[in-house]
């Protein structure tokens, strides 16, 4: 259960990652690609890894996860704050494929309390519904 929170937290410095990343890009125009360099075939030691591609896209409502589940969601929920919160959802705004899987269920971003990104791009959203 530990690693589904902690992948739920780094999931979402993940997406909050992408939509700056896709704000900075539409900001600033793309500097021309340099020419590649003989005897450059790797990364440099320490670079960051490249985040994976959103393969598919599940959305679970909290309630349907075990006690305990629920208990560390909320925990991590609480930890992260409203400032975590609001860069996940615009995150979620910002990728049309999650927001379009949002939707389809009838559900929306405001909904969204985790995220959490699997090696193999399965994206799992966490939803609570408002009461």
């Known amino acids: 259960m530990r690693k589904t929170i902690f992948i739920a937290a780094a999931a979402t410095l993940m997406l909050a990652g992408a939509a700056s990343a896709q704000q900075q890009s539409a900001q600033q125009p793309a500097p021309a690609p340099a020419a590649p360099t003989p005897g450059a075939t790797a990364p440099a030691p320490g670079a960051q890894p490249a985040v994976p591609t959103i393969q598919s896209v599940s959305i679970v409502d909290i309630t349907e996860l075990p006690k305990e589940t629920q208990t560390q969601v909320n925990q991590v929920i609480a930890q992260r704050g409203d400032d975590g919160l609001k860069k996940l959802r615009s995150s979620i705004d910002a990728t049309p494929k999650v927001k379009?899987?949002?939707?389809?269920?009838?559900?929306?971003?405001?909904?969204v309390?985790?995220?959490s990104m699997e090696p193999n791009g399965a994206l799992t959203l966490i939803t609570k519904k408002a009461s």
Do not use: T
């Open 100 to 111: 379009s899987a949002l939707e389809a269920k009838g559900l929306s971003s405001a909904q």
């Open 113 to 115: 309390v985790a995220a």
